[in-house]
């Protein structure tokens, strides 16, 4: 199953690599997804664990609002996105003209068009998902801090239409929440896993990335490990000494990557952690 858009800090390439880490040899009835975005981890999840629970939390309510819609209104939300896909391929390639005047009619539309259906609402949502710059999630105050990112480079030869009956099954099995990451309910044997916003990020997400946050969530996740839970976090590499004192249970796999740093190919390479207890 192919996800449905690019999100900046996706799991999906690190998963290709590296999915094995992700898998616990222990027996758990319930998954959540603290911080599920693009929802690779809770794909990866059920892919592997069929039978499963997953909660996949996200407290981006946009974002989870479209992918309820797709959920639950799937055949309409695939038509609808569908005729956007159709013309906006049928237009000229390139980051200026006919594609980029687009985008910012669609993007006019989903904030400021008070007769759109809650279907246009969502598709309008993900057709600039697949189309924005990187697939960053973007909110500015002119927006009312709703997503509002700039175009992308307008190569596109596909939208991939094509995938989102699949992922609207996939949607079907999984609960879908929007709360505060400390108020998602959990199971008996629950196994808990944080892609936060990342120490020391520029990118302006929902979610508070300050220090205290990150300590406050690494004290959650030592909490439910000391419960009895598996936990797993992923992050930038930061100093051992950190991960030692606050998830003192758990081992630390370092991962090379890279990632998209300015508009056009080049690429950064930076190393991230996967702290865990299994």
């Known amino acids: 199953m192919k996800l449905i858009s690019k999100y900046a800090g996706s799991k999906r390439r690190i998963l290709e690599n590296y999915g094995s880490l992700f898998i616990p040899a222990n027996n758990f009835e319930c998954f959540v997804d603290l911080f599920a975005g693009g929802l690779a981890v809770s ?37 609808t996105f569908q005729d956007i896909e159709k013309t906006y391929l049928a237009l000229p390639a ?51 801090f709703r997503f509002s990112a700039a ?12 995938n989102l009956l699949e992922f609207a099954e ?22 808990f896993y944080a892609d936060p916003p990342y120490f020391d990020t520029t990118i302006n997400y929902e979610t508070n990335n300050d220090r205290p946050f990150q300590l406050d ?8 490990a000391n419960e009895g839970h598996l936990v797993a976090t992923s992050n930038y590499e930061m100093t051992e000494e950190l991960w030692n004192k606050h998830l003192p249970s758990c081992s630390i796999q370092k991962i090379d990557i890279s990632h998209n740093a300015k508009r056009g190919t080049e690429k950064a390479k930076t190393t991230e952690v996967l702290v865990k207890n299994f």
């Open 43 to 79: 794909a990866f999840i059920r892919k592997h664990f069929p039978n499963v629970k997953i909660i996949a939390n996200d407290n981006n309510k946009e974002l989870m609002f479209m992918y309820s819609q797709l959920r639950n209104n799937t055949t309409d939300f695939i038509k």
């Open 94 to 144: 390139g980051p200026r003209g006919p594609r980029k005047e687009f985008y910012y009619s669609v993007r006019n539309k989903y904030l400021f068009d008070e007769t759109k259906t809650p279907v246009e609402q969502a598709v309008y949502l993900l057709f600039m998902l697949k189309t924005c710059f990187n697939g960053i999630w973007r909110a500015y105050a002119f927006a009312d």
């Open 151 to 162: 175009a992308g480079e307008g190569k596109e030869k596909s939208l991939g239409s094509q």
């Open 217 to 224: 969530l690494l004290d959650y996740l030592n909490d439910r």
């Open 170 to 191: 996939f949607l079907k099995t999984i609960e879908l929440v929007d709360e505060d990451w400390k108020n998602v309910p959990y199971s008996q044997t629950t196994f």
